[in-house]
């Protein structure tokens, strides 16, 4: 083997080892656009060492296999698209901007560096308690993808230098193995991890009207006189298998964050990854968050769960109170879901009508019992709806479910034919939308079956 190096083809193997490190880190609760810019050091491409102009022009495309090969034959299938995307390719493109810069100039990494960015990766990931195996068979798939690329834009006379070094990519896995099992050993033992479990127990407590005073200690949180209890809701199919619990744990996660960038200080919650209530102390009224907030936190986990998510808000509930606003405040998402109403916040003036009318007592059962009728024939349920949206627009109403205006007319009478409410008389078309609206929260299925 050669004795000496060219400055290029050593680069080869720098190059591939040093981008490596940064494969996994999570785009942190995101990098802002100043401390991307922090990082990187703009020079132009005919600045830079050859093969690192090479790799930079290129990198779009390197990161994404190296995202690609990392997780295609270690990450579960049944996790949903763009699972780990949305945090990690994000820091590979900014951060590896930075290591190119970096290599430019000729300066190494330290081992402390190597370890500030593996630290973070592997504190989330065994937060979520992914696999350590996975993660590290992910790390090795993503080193060999890399590895590859910086073969292919490497001059084949330096193939033989690149080998001497490549001794280096593995000194720096088994750098990033070890950081990876001590932090995943570490986060295991953290006595954080217990508070986080106590303060879910707290939680559950205040909402079941149990006694918290001992919980709270244990969670290390000061018990308010009043909180704003918030439901969660997220509207999607029950998932099943491996990957169901890494999905629910990078939920908790990030409702955690979330919850704490709006309020300050960690908030008690029982959401599973599904549902649940979180409750934020209102220790004075100045404490209470604007409901506009509320709206925006709503946005901002649908846009990071990739599903519609409710949220349901009672503010200045005293302890005592906790228990039956936490059922209110869950009925409330669980409304706006069955109504067919869009994700976000809800409060009870929302849905006035619609939580009364599922209320449980006889008139209910009665108001039910009036769309059964039409349970058998889902094209009348379909025009019923059409016409209460869009009330005497007869010509959009039909558009809207495509069908003829003429054909619409005939849906109409044959409903109040069936139920003896017309459609397009204002009472009974006032009583068919309140039966319908019970419809759509069960009982008249129940009904119906029975």
Known sequence: MPALLSRESTSIVVIATKFFTVFTRPFPAMLCEDTIGAMLVEQP??????????????????????????????????????????????????????????????REFTRAEVTAFVAPVAERHAEDRLPLSMLISAIHRSAQALVAEAAAVADPTQMGEFIEVFSRLLELLRRINMTVVDTYTEVEQSIYHAEREARRELCSALVRGLPAEELAVRADTILADRYTVLAIHVSEPARTGSAANLVTRRRIRLLQRALYELTGEITPATFDGASGIALVSNSSENDIVDAERFDELAARLSQQFGVTVYLAEFSGVSRDGIPAAAKDAGELTELARLCGHPGGCYRLDDLLLEYQLTRPGPARERLAR??????????????????????????????????????????????????????SDPTDSRMLAAALTVHRLGPSRKQAET
């Open 45 to 106: 491409l005919s600045a830079l060492p050859p093969l690192t102009a090479r790799l930079l022009s290129r990198w779009p495309q390197i990161a994404e296999r190296m995202l690609t090969e990392g997780l295609d034959a270690t990450a579960p299938s049944e996790l949903p698209d763009g699972h780990f995307t949305a945090e990690v390719l994000p820091t590979i493109h900014a951060c590896g901007r930075a290591v190119l810069e970096a290599i430019g100039a000729d």
């Open 370 to 423: 009036r769309v059964i009728p039409l349970l058998a024939s889902p094209h009348l349920l379909e025009a019923l709806e059409a016409h209460l949206r869009h009330g005497a627009d007869r010509k959009t109403a039909s558009r809207r479910i495509h069908v003829h205006p003429n054909t619409f007319t005939y849906r109409l009478h044959r409903i109040a034919e069936l139920t003896g409410l017309d459609p």
